[in-house]
Nanobody
């Protein structure tokens, strides 16, 4: 089992920045690829970004490419999502997830999920 806890969400003005953290415990962190998804009110949960087990590879949704940066520190069992140039349409609950395969955009490919952290971007 892997337990994931997100933090760092909040209210920010458009154009601002936030850094989300996902702290993992349980099984060895480096055994898992990590990803972030988000879910806005009335919408399905969508893929945001993923990072490989060692952190050498990342992939992003087109909507966040160039604005968000995903990294991980395996020594600290933590993944980070730095979000820059935030837009009102980035408002959502952000979830981190862990799974065996890097790069999948499908929710069903991730075995473990955090409880989510709210990000609200005001215009």
């Amino acid at each position: 089992q892997v337990q994931l806890v997100e933090s760092g969400g909040g209210l920010v003005q458009a154009g601002g920045s936030l850094r989300l953290s996902c702290a993992a415990s349980g099984r060895r962190f480096s055994d898992y690829a990590m990803a972030w998804f988000r879910q806005a009110p009335g919408k399905e949960r969508e893929f945001v970004s993923a990072i490989s087990r060692i952190g050498g590879s990342t992939v992003y949704a087109d909507s966040v490419q160039g604005r968000f940066a995903l990294s991980r520190d395996n020594a600290k069992n933590t993944a980070y999502l730095k979000m820059n140039s935030l837009k009102p349409e980035d408002t959502a609950v952000y979830y981190c997830a862990a799974g065996p395969r890097y790069g999948s955009i499908r929710r069903t490919d991730y075995d473990y999920w955090g409880q989510g952290t709210q990000v609200t971007v005001s215009s």
